[in-house]
């Protein structure tokens, strides 16, 4: 079975950048598996920040950026703020109407 | 604006059935545009992707939790249901039903405010 692999837990300055990427148990991520990013702070639905690899969800601030690193997908925050504490889930579209969630990242602004 | 409400039960005895409801408002369940889906999240732990739907009635599961996942439509009320038999402990969870952009763009836009199922006696 698939599995999508993110950094359990990270952590940023304020102001700082960081990037949380998202990884394929078997192969590489590209373009094709459409990734997604979301945000979800506690005892809320999750928040759409970026899909189809880069493209940011309407009111998402462009610090939010995503791309393909390497063999992985990525979302980049640059200068982080407190509120950004949060977790972080990416997405992968596995064709025929299937999606796999990664683990998510837990991420710690201080 | 589209609003998705789940409901039903909160709370399941172990070995029977789940079943909740996601109504829909704002859009229809029938539009080309759309999957249309159900994610979990047990306490504490990640989301998971249960299965979607398409309006043609097409239907995809995740593996691990085909053999006990029904998903179904009334497009007469705009709503979708999930059905998960013979529960355990393992399956409490807060569940979202969601929409699901087609066309080459394939990501979650928006979510219910999920509800909390608890399994156990």
């Known amino acids: 079975q698939t599995v999508v692999t993110q950094e359990p837990s990270f952590s940023v300055s304020p102001g700082g950048t960081v990037t949380l990427t998202c990884a394929l148990s078997?192969?590489?991520?590209?373009?094709?598996?459409?990734p997604s990013w979301y945000q979800q702070t506690p005892g809320q639905a999750p928040r759409t920040l970026i899909y189809?690899?880069?493209t940011r969800s309407s009111g998402v601030p462009d610090r939010f950026s995503g791309s393909i690193l390497g063999n992985k997908a990525a979302l980049t925050i640059t200068g982080a703020q407190a509120d950004d504490e949060c977790d972080y889930y990416c997405?992968?579209?596995?064709?025929?109407?299937?999606?796999?969630f990664g683990g998510g990242t837990k991420l710690t602004v201080l | 604006q589209l609003h998705l409400q789940e409901s039903g039960p909160g709370l399941v005895k172990p070995s029977e059935t789940l079943s909740l409801t996601c109504t829909v408002s704002?859009?229809?369940?029938?539009?080309?545009?759309?999957?249309w889906g159900w994610i979990r999240q047990p306490p504490g732990k990640g989301l998971e992707w249960i299965g979607s739907?398409?309006?043609?009635?097409?239907?995809y599961y995740n593996p691990s939790l085909k053999s006990r996942v029904t998903i179904s439509v009334d497009t007469s009320k705009n709503q979708f249901s999930l059905k998960l038999s013979s529960v355990t402990a393992a399956d409490t969870a807060v569940y979202y039903c969601?929409?699901?952009?087609?066309?080459?763009?394939?990501?979650?836009?928006?979510w219910g405010q999920g509800t909390l199922v608890t399994v156990s006696s």
């Open positions: 969601a929409r699901i952009v087609r066309d080459g763009l394939c990501y979650f836009d928006f």
């Open positions: 704002g859009g229809s369940i029938s539009s080309i545009d759309y999957y």
């Open positions: 739907f398409y309006y043609s009635g097409n239907t």
């Open positions: 078997s192969g590489s991520v590209s373009t094709s598996y459409y």
């Open positions: 189809s690899t880069n």
């Open positions: 997405v992968l579209y596995m064709g025929s109407g299937s999606w796999v």
